[in-house]
């Protein structure tokens, strides 16, 4: 409680075929935090969950695995599984950077000031990646994609009052690719924005589909999407 930085810190090495293993970081209450809650870079083989992340300046919960740049757009943040954690009043909730191998499940996020889940990419390729049966209420945005991926899905998520957008895909000077979002129930907020939002240089390989989309007043018209982005390959993504 009350770090000066991060709450908890568990590092391994940049190199491949150093990271750190076998970590299980579970039942922890971390709070008011001046930075992340819990990070953990480097690493293979990781288990965050049941644990109570609550007011941190920075990130309630964030792993990370990027080595600079590589032919192979290979990851250091391989085999996690991060579940049945409760996230409120953070930055963003849990922001997976540049991982792979990976799922992320039955959380509860709430009153979250940016986006419950970011998915990111810096130089390694994050890939498959599952996101499902989570809990996300009272934010700006519930899913954020930056970056090219492969065979990263969200399902089976209930997402309730969002500020601005349930999906975002792209941003800055970035890409977005390779992701599939479905069978998302999504209830409307008095004042969202759309359901999807794209941003940023190139967007292409997206799935939304088969989503539940519920309103309290039918007469809450929602756009499907709104699009900032330099480049929509049309014959790529998919909005249904």
């Keep these: ?3 000066n930085g991060n709450g908890i810190l568990i590092r391994g090495s940049k190199q491949i075929n150093n990271p750190v293993e076998q970590v299980l970081i579970t039942g922890c209450v ?6 992340i809650g819990i990070q953990v870079s480097q690493f293979k083989n990781l288990k965050i969950y049941n644990n109570k992340i609550s007011n941190c300046s920075d990130n309630g919960i964030d792993i990370y695995g990027d080595i600079g740049r590589n032919p192979q757009g ?7 599984e991060i ?3 409760n996230v409120t009043n953070c930055l ?6 540049a991982v792979s191998n990976g799922r992320i499940f039955k959380n509860k996020l709430a009153d979250i000031q940016q986006s419950a889940i970011h998915v990111n990419r810096i130089h390694g390729m994050p890939a498959n990646i599952y996101i499902t049966e989570n809990v996300i209420q ?3 945005v519930a899913f954020t994609i930056t970056g090219d991926m492969a065979n990263v899905i969200i399902k089976n ?6 500020k601005d957008y349930f999906f975002s895909f792209g941003g800055g000077k970035g890409n977005a690719s390779g992701v599939i979002a479905r069978d998302n129930i999504l209830e409307v907020g008095p004042a969202v924005k759309a359901v999807v ?29 709104i699009n900032n982005a330099l480049s929509l390959n049309k014959n790529s993504v998919s909005l249904e």
């Design 30 to 35: 971390v709070s008011n935090c001046r930075k």
């Design 1 to 3: 409680k009350n770090a």
């Design 83 to 85: 579940y049945s954690n």
């Design 157 to 162: 998520n209930h997402v309730k009052n969002v």
């Design 92 to 97: 963003n909730g849990i922001f997976p950077e």
């Design 74 to 80: 290979l990851t250091n943040g391989n085999d996690f």
């Design 197 to 225: 939002r794209f941003s940023g240089l190139r967007v292409n390989n997206i799935q939304v589909n088969a989503n539940r989309i519920i309103s309290k007043n039918n007469n809450n018209q929602v756009p499907l999407q």
């Design 138 to 140: 009272n934010i700006v």
